[in-house]
């Protein structure tokens, strides 16, 4: 059964920085799109940052420049390089690991809790 986990998160004050990690079991991740998502209470998931299997980012606007997402195929794993937080980046942060044309491979973790405060 494939596993997704995330980890890193924490309480930080603005301006700080933070590493979120996320390791995939059981599938290999070079075939997949890989992306971290957030998500506030009562609001949608919204996708951060995505990484292709060819190495194609792409960033939600109001973390560009600031955040930075990127991929280890050898450990099955992505990373989300997080600076400058603001206390908006507060939320739940997923990882998703998407194959794209293959039904059913869409894998989500529990979340990992970042806390920015002002």
């Known amino acids: 059964q494939v596993r997704v986990v995330e980890s890193g998160g924490e309480s930080v004050q603005a301006g700080g920085s933070l590493r979120l990690s996320c390791v995939v079991s059981?599938?290999?991740?070079?075939?997949?799109?890989m992306s971290w998502y957030r998500q506030v209470d009562g609001k949608e998931r919204e996708l951060v940052a995505k990484?292709?299997?060819?190495?194609?980012?792409d960033y939600l606007d109001s973390v560009k420049g600031r955040f930075i997402i990127s991929r280890d195929n050898a450990k099955n794993m992505i990373y989300l390089q997080m600076n400058g937080l603001k206390p908006e980046d507060t939320a739940v942060y997923y990882c998703?690991?998407?194959?794209?044309?293959?039904?059913?491979?869409?894998?989500w973790g529990q979340g990992t809790q970042v806390t920015v405060s002002s």
């Open positions: 998703n690991a998407y194959r794209i044309g293959w039904r059913g491979h869409n894998y």
């Open positions: 990484v292709t299997p060819q190495g194609t980012t």
């Open positions: 059981d599938v290999f991740i070079e075939h997949y799109d």
